[in-house]
């Protein structure tokens, strides 16, 4: 009976293999009567991350009785801790297969399915520590924003920027703006989530207006708003060119397999979210015209596999 109460409990607890420096000790204790140590790496409101002796695993809020003595619920979130770009892979591949794209809602975003051919995409926005290397490589202007300290952190996403110079630094760096679809398909994960965790947002778990932050947090702050594949800040921080150009009616007649979007525009597709906006799902589809400059714009490189 005690092996079943403990497998059961292991049920609830995810084993993730992440490197992220742990921060406080702490003693878990689940309603199970079981007692974990470990150090702490992330808390948000209905999860914890523990560093153990071997390995990180994630525990659910649910089946903690206390941490360090206190309820759960009690404590206050962790926040943000940013992880370090070098921990991670540079991007993510991305399977050939079909997915749901769009929503339910909506007349101009009608769920449809649509093939995708295997490709890649950033793990992280694009940085100004890397952005700052193309210019100088380049002579390309530097982007707007760049000498005020709210945006101009090292690892922060770069903003600022033209779809035009988006473009410019993805090809300088073999590779190209996503599609609108293949954008999509890596934020909400092969089974179509709304969110990158789930169909229900959360506000502990990516930088939007309801986070109050104000400007942008480094990449990879919110390690709890991964998508399924690995992707970090698809939800908020700054919203993120595409390739494609924008026509609010292109679901009608757009192709089933890797659809480009339509030959010409006014506007070009932004996707995610940012930081100045309340929380919109990894289906909402926005235009913007193309040489216009945000400080919560930026954008992620892909690249076809082949």
């Known amino acids: 009976?005690?092996?079943?109460?403990?497998?059961?409990?292991?049920?609830?607890?995810?084993?993730?293999?992440?490197?992220q420096e742990p921060?406080?000790?702490?003693?878990?204790?689940?309603?199970?009567?079981?007692?974990?140590?470990?150090?702490?790496?992330?808390?948000t409101t209905t999860t914890i991350i523990l560093q153990t002796d071997s390995n990180q695993i994630r525990i659910s809020k649910i089946n903690i009785k206390t941490i360090n003595g206190e309820s759960p619920?009690?404590?206050?979130?962790?926040?943000?801790?940013?992880?370090?770009?070098?921990?991670?892979?540079?991007?993510?591949?991305?399977?050939?297969?079909?997915?749901?794209?769009?929503?339910?809602?909506?007349?101009?975003?009608?769920?449809?399915?649509v093939y995708l051919d295997a490709f890649r995409i950033?793990?992280?926005?694009?940085?100004?520590?890397?952005?700052?290397?193309?210019?100088?490589?380049?002579?390309?202007?530097?982007?707007?924003?760049?000498?005020?300290?709210?945006?101009n952190s090292a690892e922060s996403p770069v903003v600022g920027v033209t779809w035009e110079d988006a473009q410019a630094y993805?090809?300088?760096?073999?590779?190209?703006?996503?599609?609108?679809?293949?954008?999509?398909?890596?934020a909400r994960g092969a089974k179509s989530r709304l969110?990158?965790?789930?169909?229900?947002f959360d506000p502990s778990h990516a930088n939007t207006k309801e986070a109050k932050h104000n400007h942008p947090q480094q990449v990879g702050s919110y390690l709890s708003g991964q998508s399924p594949d690995g992707l970090f800040d698809v939800a908020g921080n700054v919203w993120?060119?595409?390739?494609?150009?924008?026509?609010?009616?292109?679901?009608?007649?757009?192709?089933?397999?890797?659809?480009?979007g339509p030959a010409d525009g006014k506007q070009k597709v932004i996707r995610g979210g940012g930081w100045t906006a309340n929380h919109v799902d990894m289906a909402y589809r926005r235009g913007m015209k193309p040489d216009k400059t945000y400080p919560s714009l930026g954008f992620r490189c892909a690249k076809s596999e082949k």
């Open 23 to 43: 921060q406080d000790p702490v003693e878990v204790v689940l309603k199970s009567g079981r007692v974990i140590r470990g150090k702490l790496v992330e808390e």
């Open 73 to 113: 619920f009690k404590r206050r979130s962790a926040g943000p801790q940013s992880v370090s770009r070098k921990s991670y892979p540079e991007d993510i591949f991305i399977p050939a297969d079909d997915f749901l794209m769009g929503a339910s809602t909506g007349k101009d975003n009608l769920v449809h399915r």
């Open 122 to 151: 950033d793990t992280f926005e694009v940085t100004n520590a890397q952005y700052q290397a193309f210019t100088k490589a380049t002579d390309r202007p530097a982007p707007r924003y760049w000498e005020d300290q709210d945006y």
């Open 195 to 200: 969110f990158p965790w789930g169909d229900r």
């Open 240 to 260: 993120e060119w595409c390739q494609d150009w924008y026509d609010k009616t292109y679901y009608g007649f757009s192709p089933t397999k890797n659809p480009n």
């Open 170 to 186: 993805c090809a300088w760096v073999n590779k190209r703006l996503p599609t609108e679809a293949e954008w999509e398909r890596a």
């Open 1 to 19: 009976m005690k092996s079943l109460v403990i497998a059961l409990t292991l049920c609830f607890i995810t084993a993730i293999s992440i490197a």
